[in-house]
């Protein structure tokens, strides 16, 4: 397991891994020598903030598109998480000009679990910027699909929901990942047949968030409490408990992305919230070493920061309030059920009434925070 130390360096914070960081993560001291490292890195700097741009571009649009997303459906569920292939495949759609637009990708399954438990398989997509020129998907790499794993109409609200969750967290902070929501009909290429049609999230790809950000992408285990920002110390452990997500950790890397800004602080963004006790999927369960029995049951799981900072973050949801439970309401409200969004609602004034009791905070946020790993 990789551990991060901490050690002063003049004046500032610098952060070193007991062993060399993968090529993928750069210390802050490297981000400071960034300027000086000649034409290739400057010209690589230019080509990601230029891709950063294109994608933010298909981020933009809040209204879901419907894409069919075409492959061969029986080899894509046959293969084993992130040792399968990457596959033939396309993404097709009706521009703005009538006609049909279609992007030959590729296609890999990923993960674990959902690979062993759904119906479709959670799977990235490798998109050609040459191939996609001039359509929406133009600026997009290697992103997610966050698909259905049930092709019914309870499984679909699971993802609408977490899909609000994004929307959610993005309107808490910049330092969150953009996501789009997609009407995905899923065709199988010989012959065309539809299988099904039903609601899918793409991300923003890891680098480019961290692009996005001007910090530089991490991938070692280990951070602490020490490293972490604290504004967004707070604010990710606040959010998974008004959620009720405890299926995440900074220390192990799970559900979660570190961003390292260049004066040496870490920023957590976290992501995959279908284990939340808000969306209540079916399949999802509580680690046993926990003091919960339920995902419907809140726990806080997030480090310890200056008090000051949890105070903060309490502000900002009071103020975010009427803007969070708008968002069901608008247009990707209305595509939820009725008794889906009134529970929601009633979960997350749960979660008010306990910010809103100063001691009721203390005990079941503050005093609770994680001082190690």
Same mark, same amino acid.
């Given at each position: 397991?990789?551990?991060?130390? #901490?050690?002063?360096?003049?004046?500032?914070?610098?952060?070193?891994?007991?062993?060399?960081?993968?090529?993928?993560?750069? /210390?802050?001291?490297?981000?400071?020598?960034?300027?000086?490292?000649?034409?290739?890195?400057?010209?690589?700097?230019?080509?990601?903030?230029?891709?950063?741009?294109?994608?933010?571009?298909?981020?933009?649009?809040t209204?879901?598109?419907?894409?069919?997303?075409?492959?061969n459906?029986?080899?894509?569920?046959?293969?084993?998480?992130?040792?399968?292939p990457?596959?033939? @495949?396309?993404?097709?759609?009706v521009?703005?000009d009538?006609?049909?637009?279609?992007?030959?990708?590729?296609?890999?399954?990923?993960?674990?679990?959902?690979?062993h438990?759904?119906?479709?398989?959670?799977?990235? !997509?490798?998109?050609?910027?040459?191939?996609?020129?001039?359509?929406? !998907?133009?600026?997009?790499?290697?992103?997610?699909?966050?698909?259905?794993?049930?092709?019914?109409?309870?499984?679909?609200?699971?993802?609408? /929901?977490?899909?609000q969750l994004?929307?959610?967290?993005?309107?808490?902070?910049?330092?969150?990942?953009?996501?789009?929501? =997609?009407q995905?009909?899923?065709?199988?290429?010989?012959?065309?047949?539809?299988?099904?049609?039903? @609601?899918?999230?793409?991300?923003?790809?890891?680098?480019?968030?961290?692009? #996005?950000?001007?910090?530089?992408?991490?991938?070692?285990?280990?951070?602490?409490?020490?490293?972490?920002?604290?504004?967004? &110390?707070?604010?990710?452990?606040?959010?998974?408990?008004?959620?009720?997500?405890?299926?995440?950790?900074?220390? @192990?890397?799970?559900?979660?992305?570190?961003?390292?800004?260049?004066? &040496?602080?870490?920023?957590?963004?976290p992501?995959?919230?279908?284990?939340?006790?808000?969306?209540?999927?079916?399949?999802?369960?509580?680690?046993?070493?926990?003091s919960?029995?339920?995902?419907r049951?809140?726990?806080?799981?997030?480090?310890?920061?200056?008090?000051?900072?949890?105070?903060?973050?309490?502000?900002?949801? #009071?103020?975010?309030?009427? @803007?969070?439970?708008?968002?069901?309401?608008?247009?990707?409200?209305?595509?939820?059920?009725?008794?889906?969004?009134? /529970?929601?609602?009633?979960?997350?004034?749960?979660?008010?009434?306990? =910010?809103?009791?100063? #001691?009721?905070?203390?005990?079941?946020?503050?005093? /609770?925070?994680?001082?190690?790993r």
């Amino acid at each position: 397991m990789k551990s991060f130390t #901490r050690i002063a360096a003049g004046s500032a914070l610098t952060m070193i891994a007991s062993f060399p960081l993968c090529a993928q993560s750069t /210390q802050p001291s490297q981000v400071a020598q960034q300027g000086t490292q000649g034409p290739e890195k400057k010209k690589k700097d230019k080509s990601e903030k230029k891709k950063t741009e294109e994608a933010a571009a298909f981020f933009s649009a809040t209204t879901p598109i419907a894409v069919t997303l075409t492959t061969n459906l029986h080899k894509i569920r046959g293969d084993k998480g992130d040792t399968g292939p990457w596959r033939d @495949a396309s993404l097709s759609y009706v521009g703005e000009d009538g006609k049909p637009v279609v992007v030959p990708i590729q296609i890999k399954t990923r993960g674990i679990w959902r690979k062993h438990n759904c119906e479709f398989p959670p799977v990235r !997509f490798n998109i050609s910027r040459e191939k996609s020129k001039g359509t929406i !998907f133009y600026g997009l790499d290697k992103p997610k699909l966050v698909s259905y794993c049930r092709d019914d109409d309870t499984y679909e609200q699971y993802v609408l /929901q977490e899909y609000q969750l994004y929307r959610i967290y993005h309107m808490l902070t910049p330092a969150s990942y953009n996501a789009r929501l =997609i009407q995905m009909t899923y065709a199988d290429e010989n012959g065309g047949k539809v299988d099904t049609k039903r @609601a899918a999230i793409i991300l923003e790809e890891p680098d480019v968030l961290a692009e #996005r950000m001007g910090t530089s992408f991490m991938k070692e285990k280990g951070a602490g409490p020490d490293f972490m920002e604290p504004h967004h &110390g707070a604010l990710v452990g606040i959010f998974e408990y008004f959620i009720g997500n405890t299926d995440w950790s900074i220390f @192990a890397l799970h559900n979660i992305v570190l961003l390292a800004q260049p004066d &040496g602080n870490v920023i957590p963004v976290p992501y995959d919230f279908d284990f939340s006790g808000v969306v209540n999927a079916r399949y999802a369960t509580v680690d046993p070493k926990l003091s919960i029995n339920r995902v419907r049951d809140r726990l806080f799981r997030g480090y310890c920061v200056p008090t000051e900072e949890y105070s903060k973050v309490f502000d900002l949801f #009071r103020e975010k309030k009427d @803007a969070i439970y708008g968002l069901y309401q608008d247009d990707i409200g209305k595509m939820m059920k009725k008794d889906q969004v009134d /529970q929601t609602l009633k979960y997350y004034d749960d979660f008010y009434k306990t =910010i809103n009791d100063s #001691r009721a905070a203390n005990r079941e946020i503050v005093k /609770q925070c994680v001082s190690g790993r």
